[in-house]
């Protein structure tokens, strides 16, 4: 299976601390992408990075991408309440792509 | 802004009844998906359409089919809801463009079958 896998699953912090969760693939790709969700609506983009890429960032936002490792780290600096929400990386096939399972991070005012 | 609409957030049906679930975007993509949502299963995808007419077989396309007859429009249809279908259901758009673009979702159908 082409789908990545987000760990840790659950991760639970204090506003102002920073998140790291991981993602973890198998099969080589054009892009990995992260998408996040809030409770019960659709996913939003949050960030794109190219195979050829190394690390890119995004506001608060960091994503480091190992290509010899098939790995990925999305970095959430100095995390807000409303950062509340699950994460899903997803990597890129031909014409779609592959969600993992997320990682539901809790942000604790 | 891009938008991808849904007919409904939340549906429910009898089994055997046969449910259209629509979705519409305003930004001309040639790609559309539809998912399902399962807790502990992420998001698993059932068919997808890379343009008018056309459609692909994702992982799970059983018990589905789906309509794409106009470029902003994209149906998922239920031929005969079964009580296994119960789940959230996600559209989603994107541009064609090679290596997979990002893709624009749609706000959820929850859709329960009793």
């Known amino acids: 299976s082409q789908q990545g896998e987000e760990d840790p699953q659950a991760l639970s912090i204090q506003e102002g601390e920073n998140a790291t969760m991981n993602c973890s693939y198998k099969t080589s790709i054009n892009n990995l992408q992260w998408y996040r969700q809030n409770s019960g609506r659709g996913l939003v983009h949050l960030i794109l990075?190219?195979?050829?890429?190394r690390e890119k960032h995004s506001g608060r936002l960091r994503v480091t991408l190992d290509t010899s490792k098939k790995s990925s780290s999305l970095l959430i600096t100095a995390s807000r309440a409303a950062d509340t929400a699950s994460y899903f990386c997803?990597?890129?096939?031909?014409?779609?792509?592959?969600f993992g399972t997320g990682t539901r991070l809790t942000v604790i005012p | 802004d891009v938008k991808v609409t849904q007919s409904s957030r939340y549906l429910v049906k009898r089994t055997g009844e046969k449910v259209f679930l629509e979705c519409v975007q305003d930004?001309?993509?040639?790609?559309m998906f539809w998912y399902r949502q399962d807790p502990g299963l992420g998001l698993r995808l059932i068919y997808f359409s890379y343009d008018v007419k056309m459609k692909e077989k994702g992982d799970i396309p059983e018990g589905y089919s789906v309509s794409r007859e106009k470029k902003e429009r994209f149906s998922l249809i239920l031929e005969s809801a079964s009580t296994n279908q119960t789940s959230m259901y996600l559209c989603?758009?994107?541009?064609?463009?090679?290596?997979?673009?990002?893709?624009?979702f749609g706000p959820g159908t929850r859709l329960t079958v009793t």
């Open positions: 997803a990597t890129s096939g031909a014409n779609n792509l592959f």
């Open positions: 930004m001309d993509h040639e790609n």
């Open positions: 990075i190219r195979s050829n890429e």
């Open positions: 989603a758009s994107s541009f064609r463009v090679v290596g997979s673009r990002e893709q624009y």
